[in-house]
């Protein structure tokens, strides 16, 4: 993709994906750190990582623009709430 990993995580940051870089072994490079943890325990099952997956991509190959991005980011994270009322 030709992204380095802060580059890559301003992207995803600007379409509402919060995510962090890490050191790689050899040189000064960054990579980004993706974790599911948050997401399977709020409810998110195969079908909506497939969407965090199509969305990701989108927004790295500078294929989405990021208002839509981030408004889709917005309404998936709205149907699973991290304390839903009860």
Same mark, same amino acid.
């Given at each position: 993709?030709?992204?380095?990993? &802060?580059?890559? /995580? !301003? &992207?995803? @940051?600007?379409? !509402?994906?919060?995510?962090?870089?890490?050191?790689?072994?050899?040189?000064? @490079? /960054?990579?980004? &750190?993706?974790?599911?943890?948050?997401?399977?325990?709020?409810?998110?099952?195969?079908?909506e990582m497939s969407q965090v997956a199509?969305?990701?991509?989108?927004?790295? /190959?500078?294929? =989405?623009?990021?208002? &839509?991005?981030r408004e889709e980011v917005r309404d998936? =994270? !709205? /149907?699973?709430p991290p304390y839903p009322d009860e």
């Open positions: 993709l030709g992204l380095d990993g &802060r580059s890559a /995580r !301003g &992207r995803l @940051a600007a379409a !509402g994906m919060v995510l962090d870089t890490c050191a790689l072994p050899h040189g000064d @490079a /960054r990579g980004l &750190r993706l974790g599911t943890a948050a997401l399977t325990t709020q409810g998110m099952g195969e079908a199509k969305l990701f991509a989108a927004v790295l /190959r500078d294929e =989405a623009d990021s208002k &839509r991005a998936l =994270a !709205g /149907r699973f």
